[in-house]
């Protein structure tokens, strides 16, 4: 039974109390790892990934590597209903002892921002007070936006939404900003993707920042290509040849200059 102490937990988001209560109305024996929670649920990987930290940290989850009787090292996944003693939970007081004084509440974790409605198209000379927001945002690419939308042509699943672009197109201007070409940018991008792909645009996000490459040094100029010479007809044996001007081959000897009348 999922206690009260976990559901009206302070410090807890709320994807890490969902994915405890899931956890703990599975059988045991069953699989909980991230591949799994993101096949059942449609958060991604980076969600999971840090909503099972948020229970490892304050004693509901462990995760320990065992070795088996065959000397396969393996991580098994322990749940548990109620955190042992020694965590960062304070236990409830006595009945018979007087309430604490009273403190500052702690601050909440930080918790991913989640997307914000789309901003006007066309805002108008009036609206001087989201200057500063402008300003702040960040510079994209001009084609970085081109370059997301064609991702569909590497995989039809990578079709994204137009929110999903403006999101995504910083993270590919840092890239084409130290020189990264764009072929291969959507190459790293679309290349190995899970059979179950339930949030394109969460895995795009985590390649573009684990996968970002170092400045890169410019390319060099490609070199002139010097066309062949055209080909001549030899005024002595009539061969072809190449050569830049009329007159005669090599192998002719060269012709008598005439003598003036």
């Not at 790892?33 to 462990?62: C, D, N, Q, T």
């Not at 300003?135 to 590497?154: E, K």
């Not at 890239?175 to 792909?197: H, Q």
């Amino acid at each position: 039974m999922v206690g009260n102490h976990l559901l009206q937990h302070r410090q807890l988001s709320a994807t890490a109390i969902g994915v405890a209560a899931y956890i703990q109305s599975l059988p045991e024996g069953s699989p909980v790892g991230i591949r799994a929670l993101v096949a059942r649920f449609p958060e991604g990987e980076m969600r999971m990934s840090s909503a099972l930290r948020e229970l490892e940290r304050h004693g509901y989850l462990e995760r320990r590597r065992e070795r088996l009787e065959t000397g396969r090292v393996v991580t098994r996944t322990y749940s548990y209903n109620k955190p042992p003693s020694g965590t960062d939970e304070p236990a409830p007081p006595d009945a018979d002892e007087p309430p604490p004084p009273n403190h500052d509440p702690a601050p909440e974790p930080d918790r991913e921002p989640e997307p914000g409605p789309d901003p006007d198209p066309d805002p108008g000379p009036g609206s001087q007070g989201s200057a500063g927001a402008e300003a702040a945002a960040p510079r994209v690419h001009p084609g970085a936006t081109a370059l997301l939308a064609g991702l569909r042509r590497h995989d039809p699943r990578l079709l994204l939404a137009e929110r999903d672009v403006r999101r995504l197109a910083p993270g590919v201007s840092a890239w084409l900003d130290r020189g990264a070409d764009p072929e291969a940018i959507g190459l790293a991008l679309s290349a190995n993707l899970p059979e179950t792909l339930r949030s394109p645009a969460s895995v795009l996000a985590y390649r573009l920042k684990a996968l970002l490459p170092p400045h890169l040094p410019a390319a060099p100029e490609p070199r002139p290509v010097r066309r062949p010479d055209p080909f001549q007809t030899c005024d002595g044996c009539e061969r072809a040849f190449r050569s830049p001007h009329p007159g005669r081959c090599r192998d002719c000897p060269p012709s008598e200059p005439r003598a003036a009348a």
